[in-house]
């Protein structure tokens, strides 16, 4: 495999990751856009988004504490 190829894979594979992350923030109640935009974002812990909102915080507030 040449190092092109193994850089095509690993592109694959992140944005397989982020769009895994994105369904589970949607799946929490987060927008899509908001998903998106957070489940890009790899400093954003992926179970305290969702935590934040399970717990009752309210929706722009969880925005503000993850970014």
Do not use: F, K
């Not at 992140?14 to 935009?37: F, N, Q, T």
């Not at 489940?39 to 988004?49: F, G, V």
Request: hydrophobic share 45%.
């Amino acid at each position: 495999m040449t190092a092109a190829e193994l850089h095509v894979v690993n592109e694959t594979e992140l944005d397989r990751v982020e769009h895994w992350r994105a369904e589970e923030l949607i799946r929490a109640g987060y927008d899509a856009s908001d998903a998106i935009a957070l489940a890009a974002r790899h400093d954003i812990d992926l179970h305290r988004a969702v935590e934040l909102i399970q717990q009752g915080c309210p929706y722009e507030t969880a925005i503000e504490i993850l970014i």
